[in-house]
């Protein structure tokens, strides 16, 4: 009798958990596919560590191989699945393409940063799903304060060393913390920046700091963070981000070369045009977690709408102790569907608190409904990082005691550029990469960066940053990764959306905007930059899309000197009645200019320091 053959879709919280569980239930008799974009699972909490500088990248990293015996790995992504011909086609690393039959299939791909229809945000904002995100912030923040301290326009300096950071939420609220540790232990003994003062801006529509937690861990987290220098403003938000700055619902202007978005985040798209019952973007399950009607079909994690049996009529929420939990039982349920296991078991859960670290010594927590704040609540939380990590507990245990008593090595290592990591992403967990493969983009009823549903911008306040929308709501139409149609109910196949991979920096992409915080990004004639400061896609959903207009590095306006040439003639006619113009769309050539009013980048107009006027802040030296 042939072994069956069980299909797994991501490894986040959830997908690991429930190959961990299988391999160890089913001690060989069935085959275990796991599907995943990396080889590694990301331990998610951890990561504004790593954006800090307080550990390594690879200690919040566990090898799938090396965990996952009798587990087979394939590296991919899901596009389509073949619901009545039980198989899935995926795309792998290299644009090769693969399909993988199953017998039961578990849907735990996660979730993905959620957009708003707000202008700018796609362009110049980046966000926090991701090892390649931390990394850049890492670099990105280190080098606004190098430049800062090297230049000497004091107006400048204060907006590359003012850090922006949307959403109060869980991951909004850490990274505001370690951020503003990471930035001071930068300019307390360097001889070149004493002097400069950092700012972090903590900004949400919430009327408090965490406010999905409970209230007295975020007052203690408030506290924390005003005492050490965070502006955290609530109820207020992003009303539109330029490439100098943002603008607040409030009315004032804030100049800024760093937008981090935490607003929250949304069930991976893969799941939307499946054809079956649906939750705010999330897969109707049973109890059990398995699909109804859908004997072979499981989902659990950010992807499932999971009922929450203490709370008839609600779902349990998107959260990582969550997912852990259901991949457990996700996994019992399957082996007993295939006669490998026991009796199904629904799902039920039991709070155990939160936990948020602060940096340093400070911390908040509430273990068994127990308030802590202080040093007890940093041992605690730590303590319990430790023992829900799957590997690395040594590492992590030993860079954290390097960090205590050994300064941070704040250099910036270039691996990750801002196009690599676009905010407009359905696999924040990837990097893109020149020469990666292309996908096209289909067309959509709605589309533009930051687009989104009705329910996104009409909708009550999340409480994790964002002005509009709830976490988990429906993907945005036309944004890269989510669907052009969805089929009816009952349909056999699903198509994945596929979203554009174009690399900047090969021919056809656009050209780079020039600004002074931009890394150029070397490539073939014709062959542009990181495109802005931030370095966001373009407006346009096509392969080689035309760069924002009206911006330094754009497409040049029209009876302008350098004006459009003539579509699609070889050499590219000038522009009429003006002298020079442009070569024609799509044909090698230099890349533009930056405005004869902006400097070309370089040392020479990096921004200088801004003095204190205050005392500076002893206590944060007693966090690091």
């Not at 910036?412 to 990469?433: H, I, K, N």
Request: net charge neutral; with cysteine.
């Amino acid at each position: 009798m042939s072994r069956p053959r069980i299909l797994i879709v991501g490894a986040g919280f959830a997908g690991y958990r429930t190959a961990r569980t299988l391999s160890r239930t089913t001690r060989g008799r069935a085959h275990i596919t796991l599907l995943n974009p990396t080889d590694y699972f990301l331990y998610l909490p951890l990561l504004p560590q790593v954006a800090a500088g307080v550990l390594e990248p690879r200690r919040v990293t566990v090898s799938l191989s090396d965990t996952l015996p009798n587990v087979r790995l394939v590296l991919g992504e899901a596009d389509r699945i073949d619901l009545d011909g039980q198989s899935l086609h995926y795309t792998g690393p290299e644009g090769d393409g693969g399909t993988l039959a199953y017998d039961r299939l578990v849907l735990a791909a996660g979730s993905v940063n959620k957009l708003l229809p707000i202008p700018g945000v796609a362009e110049y904002a980046h966000g926090f799903r991701g090892l390649p995100e931390a990394l850049y912030l890492r670099d990105h923040v280190t080098r606004q304060v190098e430049l800062a301290a090297a230049a000497d326009d004091p107006k400048s300096c204060a907006a590359r060393c003012t850090f922006v950071v949307v959403g109060a939420g869980y991951t909004g609220t850490e990274v505001a913390a370690h951020g503003q540790m990471f930035t001071d232990a930068q300019v307390r003994k360097h001889p070149l920046r004493q002097g400069m003062r950092p700012r972090w801006m903590l900004l949400d529509v919430a009327p408090r700091v965490l406010p999905e937690m409970d209230e007295k861990l975020s007052t203690t987290a408030d506290r924390v963070l005003r005492q050490r220098g965070v502006d955290v403003r609530m109820g207020t938000s992003v009303k539109e981000a330029t490439p100098d700055g943002v603008v607040l619902t409030d009315g004032e202007f804030v100049e800024t070369r760093t937008l981090v978005w935490c607003v929250g985040v949304r069930p991976d798209p893969l799941v939307e045009s499946l054809g079956l019952p649906m939750e705010k973007g999330r897969l109707l399950v049973d109890p059990h977690l398995q699909v109804p009607g859908r004997p072979e079909l499981f989902a659990c994690g950010d992807v499932a709408a999971v009922p929450d049996l203490d709370k008839p009529g609600s779902y349990t929420p998107m959260t990582a102790q969550h997912a852990w939990r259901h991949g457990k039982v996700a996994a019992e349920n399957v082996a007993a569907s295939l006669g490998l296991g026991g009796a199904r078991k629904p799902y039920r859960h039991r709070d155990l608190g939160f936990v948020v670290d602060l940096g340093g010594a400070k911390a908040a927590a509430n273990p068994l409904g127990v308030p802590l704040s202080g040093v007890p609540a940093g041992a605690v939380t730590r303590g319990y990082h430790l023992a829900a990590m799957p590997g690395n507990r040594v590492r992590v245990a030993a860079d954290w005691l390097l960090d205590a008593v050994l300064p941070r090595q704040a250099v910036q290592l270039g691996l990750v550029r801002s196009w690599s990591v676009p905010l407009d992403t359905s696999s924040p967990e990837l990097a893109r990469v020149p020469g990666g493969p292309e996908r096209r983009q289909e067309e959509s009823a709605r589309s533009g960066p930051g687009a989104a549903i009705e329910a996104d911008t009409h909708d009550g306040g999340s409480g994790t940053g964002s002005s509009q929308g709830r976490t988990g709501e429906e993907p945005a139409k036309g944004q890269p990764g989510s669907r052009a149609t969805q089929k009816p109910p009952g349909s056999g196949t699903a198509q994945r959306r596929s979203e554009e991979e174009l690399a900047k920096g090969r021919p056809g992409a656009e050209p780079a905007r020039n600004w002074p915080t931009d890394e150029p990004v070397k490539g073939p004639v014709g062959g542009g930059s990181a495109k802005g400061h931030l370095g966001a896609e373009s407006e346009k959903g096509r392969s080689g899309g035309e760069p924002a207009r009206n911006q330094p590095g754009g497409e040049p306006a029209k009876n302008q000197p350098g004006g459009e040439p003539a579509k699609n003639q070889p050499g590219g006619e000038p522009a009429r009645n003006q002298p020079g113009g442009e070569p024609a769309k799509n044909q090698p050539g230099p890349a533009p200019q930056p405005p004869a009013d902006r400097p070309p980048p370089g040392p020479g107009t990096a921004p200088g320091p801004v003095k204190r006027s205050d005392v500076p802040d002893d206590s944060a030296k007693g966090d690091s």
